[in-house]
């Protein structure tokens, strides 16, 4: 069984490794790509930076100075904040009084690879917006700061939800989600990692997969770039959607795009369970 996850190459990480070679009603999967949308750093950087070194405490404004007591909190939602960062100078120094959270182990790897020096907190289970403002709250009861770079297609969930619990959040655009491929030079992912690979299809391409093919909607934009793609129609016998998370799940309802299911976890498990339920 063919399974396409709409991302890069570049992105590939746990969630292709869980599910290459993993077996669905005695069918042997084969993952490949399709690359829908793509990653840059806004046309003016200059916020990010300023935002960076906010959180730093260093360029001296009413942030005031860096406490010591952990509460000045750098809040990470997914691998591409951290390469934003990256691209805009962090070398991955935490400050002292200073600490990082990462939604999961995906940005928290990209973090490692980064240079990060501190051990960010991830939220214990739920990792959802509800679920890492939960453990913040339970961390600072009365609040803390928050510095939160984000997409320019993040919702304010997370934001509103934090300062709903006595913090203070300062938010910044980290980078925009486009359709793919971004514009050289801007790009935040290895363009050279999609060269050469046999197993990325492109959209123009899907009307030729096996009939069957699962495709797996990696996140809103993704489903949205579907739509945008013109191949809603191929939904069906040709292709079978999965979606990842619920405001996927949303969106496709929202876009008429019909759903084998929704992967109850956010990696090769949670796939797993919708096409083996569905087999």
Not at 35 to 60: N, V
Not at 141 to 169: I, T
Not at 207 to 219: D, I, M, Q, R, W
């Amino acid at each position: 069984m063919r399974v396409l996850l709409t991302r890069q190459p570049a992105q590939a990480g746990d969630l292709e490794a869980g599910l290459a070679g993993t077996e669905v009603a005695g069918r042997r999967l084969r993952v490949g790509f399709l690359p829908l949308t793509d990653f840059a750093l806004p046309d003016d950087d200059g916020p990010l930076r300023a935002l960076l070194a906010d959180w730093a405490g260093a360029d001296g404004d009413a942030a005031g100075p860096v406490r010591s007591d952990g509460s000045r909190w750098l809040v990470l939602t997914s691998p591409n904040t951290v390469r934003a960062l990256r691209a805009v100078g962090w070398d991955g120094h935490v400050p002292a009084g200073a600490r990082v959270a990462a939604t999961g182990p995906g940005t928290a790897r990209v973090l490692t690879e980064a240079g990060c020096d501190a051990a960010p907190w991830l939220p214990p289970e739920d990792r959802s917006a509800e679920g890492l403002i939960a453990g913040l709250a339970a961390l600072h009861p009365r609040g803390a700061r928050a510095w939160l770079p984000q997409s320019d297609r993040a919702r304010p969930r997370l934001a509103d939800g934090l300062r709903a619990a006595g913090w203070d959040v300062r938010t910044g655009l980290a980078y925009r989600t486009v359709p793919y491929p971004a514009q050289a030079g801007r790009r935040l992912l290895d363009g050279a990692a999609d060269e050469g690979r046999g197993d990325v299809v492109t959209p123009a391409r899907l009307a030729e997969v096996a009939a069957g093919t699962a495709v797996v909607l990696t996140s809103s934009s993704a489903a949205e770039e579907f739509v945008a793609a013109g191949l809603t129609p191929l939904v069906g016998e040709r292709v079978r959607l999965v979606a990842i998370g619920a405001p996927t799940r949303d969106t496709c309802a929202r876009r008429g795009l019909p759903l084998l299911g929704t992967a109850p976890t956010p990696d090769a498990a949670g796939v797993l369970a919708v096409l083996r339920a569905a087999a």
